[in-house]
């Protein structure tokens, strides 16, 4: 007769290493963490920065904590090219209602990574942005119609060019909330 388990047990939580979350990761993480919202960085806190990115991954799960570091990159690279929908300044807002908090975790995150290494998967996850309601350049598709002048000719070239803000076809994501 197989034994049955009477007793119930907890299986402990993935271990996650700081060395395999990108720095968006970090930041995401930083920002659901018990870091407090006025927290002032001094040397030698390194370790309690790291605990709070540890806790804030653990908090939501990796692969919460991936999408949700995704579309913040997505919605970064849409507000430096100019480009961001209303879809999007909504999500991101109802993503991180706190501005300052998400600014300064940040920051606190790319203080880490400049000390820390990053696995070859993190640097790879960190280069696939993801946008509310699909690529605001391309919608999604991967490739833009554009015109350009190769170098040394006198006439335009125009045709499909891969999309300069996407790393190609990607599906549209879901609203996530989050609360800090």
Request: charged share 25%; hydrophobic share 35%; glycine share 8%.
């Amino acid at each position: 007769m197989p034994a049955t388990l009477v007793t119930p047990h907890a299986v402990p939580p993935a271990l996650i290493e700081l060395e395999n979350l990108s720095s968006a990761e970090r930041s995401v993480a930083l920002y659901v963490s018990d870091m407090p919202d006025r927290y002032r960085y001094r040397r030698g806190d390194d370790a309690r920065l790291e605990s709070w990115i540890i806790q804030g991954a653990t908090r939501l799960g990796l692969e919460t904590l991936y999408r949700l570091a995704a579309l913040k990159s997505g919605y970064q690279l849409a507000w430096v090219e100019k480009c961001t929908t209303a879809e999007q300044e909504r999500a991101h807002a109802e993503r991180f209602p706190k501005a300052v908090r998400l600014r300064r975790a940040g920051e606190l995150a790319s203080l880490i990574s400049l000390r820390t290494d990053m696995s070859e998967e993190a640097k790879e996850r960190g280069c696939r942005p993801q946008f509310d309601g699909g690529c605001p350049t391309c919608n999604g598709t991967g490739q833009v119609w554009e015109r350009w002048i190769e170098p040394g000719c006198d006439w335009y070239e125009a045709g499909y060019r891969p999309c300069w803000l996407c790393p190609g076809p990607v599906v549209p994501a879901r609203t996530v909330a989050v609360a800090a």
